[in-house]
């Protein structure tokens, strides 16, 4: 059983989805939804940057809304990471440092795949499947 | 990685010595290197079987050079004439220098009597490595393949060697199995030595 995630996006630097993945029934999304939320999400990153009052403002890092949170990481090279989840969720941000891990480690070190193009990595699918499970995302948090 | 800095700097590499020292390279440059080699081949071939072939000839080099090394240093400039000790050699020794690690088994074809298998549950070259399903039954293992017919060949053990995933019962992942089948003159030589 996952934690109270709904789901997990990872978009490369031009705004691209290239990972996608929901879990549970709550907020499922067709292609093309989660495409679009995906590419809203970038744009909508990039125009806070700027409007933000304090200066060096690197982007929203967490959005709250009545129904979810939205947890946003962004890595030096602008690929972001951002899981959908229950409000009030413990331990995100530590979460999505730990899958940046894992994309350097199984997605990046990966002869295979080629850069900025969606993920198919059986071994990233399998060590993120573990990651998002309930006890160990508590564990993250420690 | 740690310790680079106390190291004593040879400008000549012959008059390093042979000694261990300190072994351990960090994992991850090693695994940018050999994505590196791997994506490099790619743009150099037009089918799998021709990658598969690269890789192991890039090992090729690699093994012949290990045994060099590994003879002079472990066992006085002698080495191994028989088979199974030759086998031993490359299952822990040569092992333990490139892996940091014994090779998980060593075990006798059960169908073909020249026919040896080196099994490794999860082989260090494939630790980040995940196959695309449109290249099948492809393998990097192709690599290590490649070092251990170099250690085999330049110790006169002639033999076919590959590398091939087994699937494990229980497990997700399958294991890497290097497959060596010794040449007949080897087999024929090895019954004369009784």
């Known amino acids: 059983m996952a934690a109270a ?30 495409l679009r939320v995906a590419s ?20 929203i890092e967490l959005l709250q809304a009545d129904t979810f949170d939205l947890h946003c990481y962004q890595s030096l090279t602008g690929t972001k990471f951002f899981v959908v989840c229950e409000p009030g969720t413990q331990h995100m941000e530590s979460l999505l440092k730990y899958i940046y891990e894992l994309y350097t480690d199984y997605v990046l070190k990966n002869p295979f795949y080629e850069m ?9 699918d399998i060590n993120l499947t573990q990651a998002v499970q309930k006890d160990r995302v508590a564990f ?3 | 990685m740690i310790g680079v800095g106390k190291m004593k700097q040879y400008t000549n590499v012959l008059d390093k010595p042979l000694t261990k020292g300190k072994q351990e390279v960090s994992l991850s440059a090693f695994a940018f290197l050999f994505s590196e080699l791997v994506q490099y081949n790619q743009t150099q071939v037009d089918n799998i079987g021709e990658l598969e072939r690269r890789l192991e000839d890039a090992g090729y080099a690699v093994g012949a050079r290990v ?3 590994l003879c002079h240093r472990d066992k006085g ?33 059960t169908e073909h009597e020249d026919e040896y298998m080196i099994s490794e549950k999860e082989l260090l070259v494939n630790r980040f490595i995940s196959i695309p399903k449109d ?46 089948k010794f040449a007949e003159e080897v087999l024929h030589r090895e019954a004369r030595l009784g």
């Open chain 1, 5 to 34: 995630i709904y789901s997990l996006y990872i978009i490369n630097k031009s705004g691209g989805l290239i990972y996608y993945k929901d879990y549970g029934s709550a907020g499922r999304m067709d292609t093309n939804d989660s």
């Open chain 1, 40 to 59: 809203l999400w970038h744009s909508m990153h990039a125009i806070s940057q700027q409007l933000s009052p304090v200066s060096g403002c690197s982007g």
């Open chain 1, 116 to 124: 900025e193009m969606p993920i198919r990595c059986e071994l990233f």
């Open chain 1, 140 to 142: 993250l948090g420690r």
């Open chain 2, 67 to 69: 045994l060099e090394l």
């Open chain 2, 77 to 109: 400039n002698r080495r191994e004439t028989r088979l199974l000790g030759i086998l031993s050699f490359v299952h822990s020794t040569v092992w333990k220098v490139l892996f940091g690690k014994v090779a998980d088994s060593l075990e006798k074809g």
């Open chain 2, 135 to 180: 290249m099948g039954t492809f393998n990097c293992g192709a690599f290590v393949a490649g070092i251990v017919r170099g250690v085999l060949d330049g110790a006169g053990f002639p033999a076919v060697v590959t590398a091939h995933f087994v699937p494990v019962e229980g497990q997700q992942r399958p294991r890497t199995t290097i497959l060596i």
